[in-house]
């Protein structure tokens, strides 16, 4: 029986790759951010009222519990942010999804020092794929995308500590608010993103169980490149300050 499902995540903690993997399940239809795009599906204005009706729409073949057999696992990817950017007030969001009875998988990532410097990477990547590419800009490559990745790593980056000092600040703040939306859903399926590097197929089957799908339908495959080395001394080019600033904090261990 198929069922609806939402991956609860927060920036630079493996969401896209984990996309790439369910996507490209053939009886899984796996959306990105919906809520996150400039509009809607039909160019449609980006309001709380708007998302509802088209979640309602999304996920109407299992409404009331209905477990259709002929249908695909409809899912979407849903970002908490500090500043609730892809749902105003979601615990509307809740409300409305309970009704579907989705499958949730929470994902989260262990080390958010490297996930803070991911984020600060992510920005550089933004603006090389505007110069390389004459796009708007992304912050995700493909494996044909191979240029972006050498021309990002031709320069490590310099890390400005009090931007990372924000920055770990905005992410203990979204992990706040995805563990009360977490919690406002009940029973959920966890993954971290340390997980998935140690066993990315293990991980990808147990998601697809969790949704009810056969895991042997995964094939496993990389959509996405990875663009932030594991040897944060590889990424950044005054690592000396990093440990510094890491040094007697919890994020000691981190770097």
Do not use: C
Not at 19 to 28: A, Q, T
Not at 196 to 206: K, M, Q, S
Not at 224 to 246: M, P
């Amino acid at each position: 029986m198929a069922n609806p499902f939402i991956v609860l995540f927060t920036a630079r903690s493996g969401s896209t790759a984990l996309y790439g993997n369910l996507r490209s399940v053939p009886n899984v239809t796996m959306r990105a951010e919906v809520f996150g795009n400039r509009v809607l599906p039909g160019d449609v204005e980006q309001t709380d009222d708007n998302r509802i009706k088209f979640l309602r729409r999304y996920w109407a073949p299992f409404k009331e519990g209905a477990r259709p057999d002929n249908v695909k696992f409809n899912g979407f990817k849903f970002q908490v942010t500090q500043n609730n950017a892809q749902f105003e007030k979601p615990a509307r969001l809740v409300k409305v999804a309970l009704d579907y009875r989705p499958r949730v998988v929470v994902l989260r990532r262990q080390n958010i020092l490297k996930q803070a410097i991911s984020a600060l990477n992510a920005k550089r990547l933004m603006k090389l794929s505007q110069e390389i590419r004459q796009d708007r800009g992304s912050a995700h490559v493909l494996p044909e995308d191979q240029t972006l990745i050498a021309e990002l790593k031709k320069t490590p980056m310099v890390v400005d500590f009090n931007e990372l000092k924000a920055m770990l600040a905005g992410i203990k703040a979204a992990y706040a608010k995805l563990d009360r939306l977490a919690e406002a859903f009940g029973e959920t399926h966890d993954i971290t993103y340390e997980e998935y590097l140690a066993d990315r197929d293990a991980v990808v089957r147990g998601v697809l169980s969790h949704i009810g799908a056969d895991p042997d339908s995964y094939q496993p495959s990389d959509a996405y490149l990875k663009i932030t080395s594991d040897s944060l001394e590889e990424v950044v080019r005054n690592y000396a300050g990093l440990k510094r600033f890491a040094d007697g904090s919890p994020y000691a261990e981190m770097v």
